[in-house]
């Protein structure tokens, strides 16, 4: 069966750190570039990071970038997403994803497997 599980997820104060993980199963992510994306209630999902498949190059969105840091790991099947300096408004659902697209795509539409997201919430 083919998934991807997120972890790491969790209650942290403002200033604090976390760190997601995006597990692949049932499939090898080395051909995949992965995106991290989230969703605040009431919000549509966006994309906040990007990892390509070939060359490792990495996306941000302006509203983390410089605070969160993403990475993969092929020999773990899995990608990262360190994220530091949280702030409230990073509070949402993070759901990673997997695309076999090489090129940069923010749209959630042209990614073919979801995990099942992970709560972070960030206190003032």
């Known amino acids: 069966e083919v998934q991807l599980v997120e972890s790491g997820g969790g209650l942290v104060q403002a200033g604090g750190s976390l760190r997601l993980s995006c597990a692949a199963s049932g499939f090898t992510l080395d051909d995949y570039a992965i995106g991290w994306f989230r969703q605040a209630p009431g919000e549509e999902r966006k994309m906040v990071s990007w990892?390509?498949?070939?060359?490792?190059?990495?996306y941000y969105a302006d509203s983390v970038k410089g605070r969160f840091t993403i990475s993969r790991d092929n020999a773990k099947n899995t990608v990262y997403l360190q994220m530091n300096s949280l702030k409230p408004e990073d509070t949402a659902v993070y759901y990673c994803?997997?695309?076999?697209?090489?090129?940069?795509?923010?749209?959630?539409?042209?990614?073919?497997?979801w995990g099942q997201g992970t709560q972070v919430t960030v206190s003032s």
């Open positions: 990892i390509s498949s070939s060359d490792g190059s990495t």
């Open positions: 994803a997997a695309s076999t697209l090489v090129i940069i795509t923010t749209s959630s539409a042209l990614y073919d497997y």
